[in-house]
């Protein structure tokens, strides 16, 4: 670039930045004078032709017509882009709670409420498997009146909202015990693409990354007084583990889901056929 361009260049950083001084809102200043400067900052760097400027505006464009009010393409792009992982990382409260990791795109507000020892599979195909799950405070002290929202694909690696139709299946919500407990049956997680029919998928292809993520069940924790913990626990000995395609895998999150051969003693029926166990805690922090 001469020197004459990059003073040219830098002025227009400059003038932008400048043109929010007026800006009512501190935030929304101090948001959008960063987000210029290092936008401009990115064009820089890589000298972005026009080429590649209008390519960019495209992908955009195919990103907002594929999204509707059950699919969201932006949320799976800034998963792609590890800006969600990013995001949760830099406001969760990891000292007093759990991990926390993406919410991904298949949460669904308002969802069933079950009783402790209830079966949300409701018909997934999947392996059985028993859930139970405590909830404590920073200083171990159990917590009753969690809301708890689960949710979890099937064994096709499809949740129920990616089907057509109203299919309802593997996802409910509990309210935690006096003791802090939930325990309930679903299916075994397995390993699944994320939707890659789109402009996100396309940036995968192109880039030969791995578009799969490692097996999980996703929780949302929420008590008043509490900040609400969003997080999954990974199934241990997925193969994907340590290349999760939205990088949303924490350690502390992954689990032991042991195989247990059915008691043919067993009241219930479902003890009485092989399936799978697995228990962990949640802590939830104040404020
Ligand atoms: C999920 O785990 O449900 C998910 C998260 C991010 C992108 C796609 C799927
Ligand atoms: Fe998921």
Not at 108 to 120: A, H
Request: charged share 25%; hydrophobic share 40%.
């Amino acid at each position: 670039m001469s020197e004459e361009n990059r003073s040219r260049v830098d002025e227009i950083t400059d003038r932008v930045i400048e043109s929010f001084d007026n800006c009512p809102s501190d935030r929304l200043t101090t948001i959008l004078k960063a987000l210029t400067y290092h936008l401009h900052q990115f064009a820089k760097e890589v000298s972005l032709t026009t080429e590649e400027w209008m390519a960019g505006i495209d992908f955009l464009m195919a990103t907002g017509k594929i999204s509707n009010d059950k699919r969201n393409e932006f949320i799976l792009l800034s998963d792609l882009l590890g800006l969600s992982s990013l995001q949760v990382a830099i406001n969760e409260r990891a000292d007093e709670a759990t991990e926390s990791t993406v919410l991904g795109p298949f949460f669904v507000e308002g969802s069933r409420e079950f009783e402790n020892g209830d079966d949300i599979s409701q018909g997934a195909s999947g392996e059985s498997t028993f859930v139970s799950i405590k909830i404590t405070d920073a200083e171990g002290e159990a917590m009753g009146g969690v809301t708890v929202d689960v949710w979890g694909a099937d064994a096709d690696g499809f949740y129920d909202v990616q089907y057509p139709g109203d299919k309802l299946f593997n996802r409910g919500r509990f309210v935690s015990d006096a003791e802090g407990r939930v325990f309930f049956w679903s299916i075994l997680p397995v390993a699944y693409p994320v939707p890659s029919d789109g402009p996100g998928g396309a940036l995968l292809k192109a880039t030969s990354r791995c578009n799969m993520r490692p097996a999980h069940l996703h929780f949302a924790l929420v008590k008043n007084g509490f900040s609400q913990v969003v997080t999954h626990l990974f199934v241990d000995g997925d193969p994907y583990l340590g290349r999760d395609a939205v990088f949303g895998e924490r350690d502390s999150l992954i689990c032991q889901f042991l195989e247990v051969a059915g008691d043919p003693e067993a009241d219930d029926a479902k003890l009485r056929t092989n399936h799978y166990e697995i228990e962990h805690s949640f802590r939830m922090a104040r404020g």
